[in-house]
C-alpha cells in the first residue's frame, strides 16, 4: 500500500557508459518534477558498477546535461563507493539461504569459476504499474539468476534494489525496457525484507516510422541537440510532454509551451500515455522557434553570433553591430540557431560584408538606379533606416511599377535572386555601401 504521508523520494540512475541521451533525459526529468511537485527529494545515482563500461567522462558529461537543461538534485550518490554497503547484505542473503555461492563451467577464457546467485522462489510477480496499470509476470524462467560476481562485485539488480532500499526511494521512475527487470528485484526486496516501492515505467520513444529511436533518425544525445542551438528550455519542454499532456481543466485545449516550473506544477504521472511516445522533430523546431521569439534581442544575439562562422568575421565590412542587424533579420524564421551557420555557409549572409558578385542579367533594367541614388542621397546619414528609405522611394517605385524599380535595387545591393527587402538590406548597409553598390550595379 502507498503511504501518503509519506516523503517522495525518486532517483535518476543512469549508467555512465555513454552520454545522456533523449530517453535518459526524460526518465530524468520525470523523476524530477514528480519529486519537486510533491515537496520530496531527487536523487542522482551514478551505476557504475560495470567497471569495463562506466566511464568518468561520461558521467561528467550526464551531469553538465542535467544541468544545462535547469535541473537541481539534493543527493549524489556513485554505485562504485558503495561496495561494503552491498557486500552486507549480500552476506546477508548468503546467511538466510536465498542465495548461495555457485560453481560454474567456464565457458569462454576469462569466465568465472565462481559466482553469487540467487535462489529463485519461482513465484508470480504482481505490480501496480503508476502508468501501466497491473501488470503480472513469472519468474521461472530466470531461474537462479546471478546477483554477483563475488562478494565485492554485486551485479545490477543486486545494487539497485540495495540503493533504492537504503535511500528511501518511494517511486521507481523509469525506463519500460526496465519492466522485465522488476520480477528479479522484487525478489531480492522479498528476500530482504525491504519495503517495495511504487513503480511507474515509462513507454519508450519511437522514431516516426515507429521504429526504435536510433541515430539513423537524428542526433539522440542531449548534448548534440544543444550543440545544434535547440535551447534547454525549449528540449525539457518538449521531452518532458512526450507522451504527456496536460489536461487543462477549463477550456479543455492542451497548453504547450511549459516552462520547468509550470511543468513542475502541471506534471502529472497518471496522464503519460500508456503507449509508446513518438518523437516528432517538428513539434521540437516549432517550440524551439517559439523560445527563440521570446528571448531579448541581446540573448538572441549573444547566441546567434556563437553560430557565426570565423570566415565571416573576417571579411572586410564585417562588424558585430551589423552582424545584429543581419541576425534580427531572421530572428522570427529560424528554429535553431546552427541554421544562422547554414545560411552563412550557404553564402546568404556574406552580402552583407562584402560587394557581391552576380550576373549582370539578374538586374534586368538598371534604368531607375540613378534616380533611386538621387532620392536616398538626400536623407541623412543618421536618418538611414528601413523605414526612411521605404518613405523616400515608396511614391517613384509606385509609379514606375514597384517590381520595376526594386528588384534591381535589391540585386544590387545583395546579387542574390533571394533576400531581405531592399530597405532593411539598405539599412544594414548604411548609406555610403548602399550608394556605392548601386553604382557598381550602374556601371555593370
Ligand atoms: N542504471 C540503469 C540504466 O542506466 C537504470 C536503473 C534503474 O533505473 O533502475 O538504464
Known amino acids: 500500500m502507498e503511504d501518503n504521508n509519506k516523503k517522495v523520494i525518486t532517483r535518476f540512475a543512469p549508467s555512465p557508459t555513454g552520454v ?35 566511464k568518468k567522462e561520461f558521467e561528467d558529461s550526464i551531469v553538465a546535461a542535467i544541468k544545462l537543461v535547469g535541473v537541481t538534485y539534493d543527493k549524489f550518490f556513485r554505485q562504485s563507493e558503495r561496495t561494503n554497503i552491498y557486500r552486507e547484505y549480500l552476506k546477508k542473503l548468503v546467511d538466510s539461504n536465498n542465495a548461495y555461492v555457485s560453481k560454474e563451467v567456464p565457458k569462454e577464457e576469462g569466465d568465472r569459476d ?11 510477480i504482481k505490480i501496480d ?19 554477483a560476481k563475488d562478494m565485492e562485485s554485486p551485479l545490477y539488480h543486486m545494487a539497485v534494489v540495495v540503493d533504492d532500499f537504503e535511500m528511501g526511494v518511494t517511486h521507481v521512475i523509469r525506463g519500460q525496457e526496465h519492466l522485465a527487470n522488476t520480477p528479479r528485484q522484487i525478489l531480492i526486496q522479498e528476500a530482504l ?48 510532454t512526450m507522451g504527456w499532456s496536460a489536461q487543462s481543466g477549463k477550456s479543455g ?20 500515455q500508456k503507449g509508446a511516445a513518438i518523437f516528432n522533430i517538428e513539434k521540437l523546431d516549432w517550440l524551439n522557434r517559439e523560445y527563440i521569439k521570446k528571448l531579448s534581442d541581446y540573448e538572441y544575439i549573444k547566441t546567434a553570433h556563437n553560430y557565426l562562422p570565423e570566415g565571416i568575421k573576417s571579411l572586410r565590412d ?15 524564421r529560424i528554429s535553431k540557431f546552427c541554421e544562422i551557420t547554414h545560411l552563412s555557409e550557404a553564402g546568404e549572409l556574406q552580402y552583407y560584408f562584402e ?32 523605414k526612411k528609405v521605404k518613405e523616400t522611394i515608396w511614391d517613384f ?17 545583395s546579387g542574390k535572386e533571394k533576400s531581405p527587402d531592399p530597405f532593411t538590406l539598405a539599412e544594414i548597409l548604411g548609406k555610403a555601401e548602399t550608394i556605392k553598390r548601386l553604382k557598381f550595379a550602374i556601371e555593370k
Open 20 to 54: 545522456l541521451h533523449i530517453g535518459g533525459l526524460r526518465t530524468m526529468l520525470f523523476n524530477y518534477l514528480y519529486a519537486r511537485q510533491k515537496g520530496g527529494e531527487f536523487i542522482l545515482r551514478i551505476e557504475d558498477t560495470d567497471k569495463e563500461r562506466s
Open 114 to 124: 565462481e559466482v553469487i546467485r540467487f535462489k529463485n522462489p519461482n513465484k508470480k
Open 129 to 147: 504499474d503508476l502508468i501501466l496499470g497491473p501488470v503480472e509476470m513469472g519468474t521461472t524462467d530466470l531461474g537462479d539468476f546471478v546477483i
Open 193 to 240: 525484507g525491504f519495503y517495495r516501492p511504487a513503480y511507474a515505467h515509462i513507454p519508450l520513444i519511437l522514431a516516426p516510422d515507429k521504429t526504435k529511436l536510433s541515430k539513423r533518425h537524428g542526433a539522440v544525445n542531449v548534448v548534440d541537440y544543444l550543440a545544434q542551438g535547440y535551447l534547454p528550455e525549449a528540449i525539457v519542454n518538449f521531452i518532458a
Open 253 to 272: 485545449t492542451n497548453e504547450e509551451i511549459f516552462s520547468l516550473k509550470d511543468l513542475v506544477k502541471k506534471f502529472d504521472l497518471g496522464n503519460v
Open 318 to 332: 564585417y562588424s558585430d553591430e551589423k552582424f545584429h542587424k543581419v541576425a534580427m533579420t531572421v530572428k522570427d
Open 355 to 386: 560587394q557581391p558578385t552576380y550576373e549582370k542579367s539578374l538586374l534586368k533594367n538598371t534604368s531607375f538606379l540613378p534616380e533611386i541614388i538621387s532620392l536616398i542621397d538626400k536623407i541623412e546619414d543618421k536618418d538611414f533606416t528601413q
Open 397 to 413: 517605385a509606385t509609379e514606375k511599377g514597384r517590381g520595376e524599380v526594386l528588384w534591381p535595387m535589391r540585386v544590387a545591393l
